[in-house]
């Protein structure tokens, strides 16, 4: 695979469109308005329009020369996976799209036995079938554009198992296992098109109130993640973990074997429950 500089393929791609999904807060967020640092124009995507505007506004007052297009759509639903798609081409033009960050997901805290079903099937729908499908479409209109870099927002819980945060965790070992296929497939085939996945540990948003979760300690910034995660897209990196402690806790899980590691998993995640 092709090797070029951050700073080289952001000159490569002036006036190139990024579509962000799940812009409306959190890594998200913070993706979008790195993405207009960088020079992106933009196309963000979340259910919420309102929030959307509060987001586009606020990019536009510091960056008023960048082009935003608002999006709204529920990607737990198929066919609003299609329609963002045939949407975005319509209105940035399919050869125009230069960065894709698929963000949008949920949680579900919980003992499997006890946790809500209709939840856990939307979460899937969002977590994994909307990435499936936006990486599958948005990517075969890369390589034919001949250019282009894929984010896919995994999470650390990717490289575990997590009782009781199972759903979650499983879906994000999806994301990560389907992103390092892909990874390797356009790597042998010495495409220009990248494929990253972003796998921070916990992130200070309100995706663990939302989850049901409470934390403790030390989190990742959300700034953070979303920079160290579209600079190591940017240079084809096929995993970015941010922040120093996170990659030795993934390393050393590894190293415990999947057992133990479950069984540490549940100590620490049961302790999480949520106190809202």
């Known amino acids: 695979m092709l090797c070029f500089t951050a700073a080289e393929i952001i000159e490569r791609q002036r006036s190139m469109y990024a579509l962000v999904t799940g812009a409306s807060a959190g890594i998200g967020k913070e993706v979008a308005r790195y993405l207009a640092e960088l020079g992106y124009d933009l196309i963000l995507t979340a259910r919420t329009e309102e929030k959307l505007q509060m987001v586009r506004r606020a990019i536009l007052k510091r960056y008023p020369e960048r082009s935003i297009l608002l999006i709204p759509a529920d990607l737990s639903k198929r066919e609003d996976c299609f329609r963002l798609h045939r949407a975005v081409c319509e209105q940035a033009g399919r050869e125009n799209i230069g960065f894709v960050a698929n963000n949008a997901g949920m949680g579900v805290y919980g003992l499997f036995l006890e ?47 997590g009782p009781t945060f199972s759903s979650y965790y499983a879906s994000k070992n999806y994301v990560v296992r389907l992103t390092e296929a892909i990874h390797e497939e356009l790597r042998r085939a010495k495409s220009p098109v990248r494929i990253s996945c972003l796998c921070p540990g916990p992130v200070d948003t309100d995706f663990n109130r939302n989850s049901g979760v409470s934390v403790s300690g030390k989190q990742t910034r959300p700034s953070q993640a979303a920079r160290e995660g579209v600079n190591g897209a940017l240079r084809g990196k096929m995993i970015v973990i941010p922040g120093l402690k996170m990659p030795l806790v993934v390393k050393a899980s590894g190293l415990i074997g999947e057992h133990l590691s479950t069984r540490v998993n549940y100590l620490l995640q049961v302790k999480k429950a949520g106190k809202h």
């Open 115 to 161: 946790t809500d079903l209709e939840k856990e099937l939307q979460l899937i729908d969002l977590n994994v079938t909307s990435v499936h499908i936006l990486s599958k479409l948005f990517l075969r209109d890369m390589k034919d554009n001949g250019h282009g870099v894929l984010m896919n927002v995994g999470s650390c819980a990717g490289f575990m198992s």
